[in-house]
């Protein structure tokens, strides 16, 4: 037996799409695919953005691995010509 059974994968979507996930394509079968823009588009928007001030003297693994992204991006956008 699946540990997600469908009654629980549809309470699962419904909530997902109530706090503000969307389909963004239905896949083969029973599958979809959820996309929620208010994660990316605060990402997208410091992704060009220098940090100002001191480096923090204390961060987690999350910090560092987002900075890790941040700069990644900035070099792919530049790449692409996108950045400013």
């Known amino acids: 037996m699946s540990q997600w059974p469908s009654t629980k994968a549809r ?3 419904a909530a997902l799409l ?6 963004k ?3 083969s079968g029973s599958h ?3 996309e929620r823009e208010q994660v990316i ?3 997208l928007a ?3 953005k220098t940090r100002r001030g001191p480096k923090p003297k204390h961060t987690n693994s999350d910090d ?3 900075e890790s992204v941040r ?3 900035n070099h792919l956008l530049e790449g692409l010509g996108i950045a400013t």
């Open 32 to 34: 979809k695919v959820l």
């Open 71 to 73: 700069v990644e991006m």
């Open 25 to 27: 394509r239905e896949a």
């Open 64 to 66: 560092e691995r987002y």
């Open 46 to 48: 410091g992704i060009c």
């Open 41 to 43: 588009k605060p990402v």
């Open 11 to 13: 309470k699962v979507l």
């Open 18 to 23: 109530k706090i503000g996930w969307s389909v």
